[in-house]
Nanobody, 122 residues
Framework: VQLQACGGGLVQAGGSLRLSCAVSIDIFSNYHMGWFRQAPGKEREFVAAISRRGGSTYYADSVKGRFTISRDSVKNIMYLQMNSLEPEDTAVYYC????????????????WGQGTLVTVSS
């Protein structure tokens, strides 16, 4: 498995969760990374991106100020810290790898994890 996401669960509105994505070393070293999400009946949408070395980040307006993307180059893990969660954040969250930093279209990503479900109750 090249990308494996975990950390999803059920949380009340206003709560926090941290998602993790374990990445194979060959991908982690050479690709920019991103998080996407897909709610039931909706298209997959961009959430956040981080550059290959972690020096740059980019967020969707809907999560800016609430979510933080980061990466640990020792553990080869990418994180998404989600605070002040809202019911509208309910979705399956996917991690992905791309050669294009801050790409917002799913088609720009070459590798995908299997997704982890986040459910925010009101």
């Amino acid at each position: 498995v090249q990308l494996q996401a975990c950390g999803g669960g059920l949380v009340q509105a206003g709560g926090s969760l941290r998602l993790s994505c374990a990445v194979s070393i060959d991908i982690f070293s050479n690709y920019h990374m991103g998080w996407f999400r897909q709610a039931p009946g909706k298209e997959r949408e961009f959430v956040a991106a981080i550059s290959r070395r972690g020096g740059s980040t980019y967020y969707a307006d809907s999560v800016k100020g609430r979510f933080t993307i980061s990466r640990d180059s020792v553990k080869n893990i990418m994180y998404l810290q989600m605070n002040s969660l809202e019911p509208e954040d309910t979705a399956v969250y996917y991690c992905a790898a791309t050669k294009v930093f801050a790409a917002v279209m799913p088609g720009a990503y070459d590798y995908w994890g299997q997704g982890t479900l986040v459910t925010v109750s009101s």
